[in-house]
């Protein structure tokens, strides 16, 4: 069974640092594709950022995260990072982690204050 896990969320200022991490298990994760999402209160899930099995990224086309959010992965602990920088209180939202768009994490808060 396929268990997504995200850590590193919580409460930051505007124009703080946050790095939020995905453990996954339960099944091999070669050439699997794994992003993230966020839903913010009040509005639907949008994607962010995802990247595949060799590194290669794909990113919101149109996001005001573009520039300060950065997506990467460690394939030998089946981990995906998100590291967000410069961050703004329109980023505030529950952070999902995605596996091959068909498994997901529970979701983590990410709160930034302004």
């Known amino acids: 069974q396929v268990q997504l896990v995200e850590s590193g969320g919580g409460l930051v200022q505007a124009g703080g640092s946050l790095r939020l991490s995905c453990a996954a298990s339960g099944r091999t994760f070669s050439r699997s594709v794994m992003g993230w999402f966020r839903q913010a209160p009040g509005k639907e899930r949008e994607f962010v950022a995802s990247?595949?099995?060799?590194?290669?990224?794909?990113?919101a086309a149109a996001d005001s995260a573009k520039g300060r959010f950065t997506i990467s992965r460690d394939n030998a602990k089946n981990t995906v990072y998100l590291q967000m920088n410069s961050l703004k209180s329109e980023d505030t939202a529950v952070y999902y982690c995605?596996?091959?768009?068909?498994?997901w994490g529970k979701g983590i808060l990410v709160t930034v204050s302004s």
């Open positions: 995605n596996l091959d768009q068909t498994y």
């Open positions: 990247i595949s099995w060799s590194g290669v990224v794909n990113t």
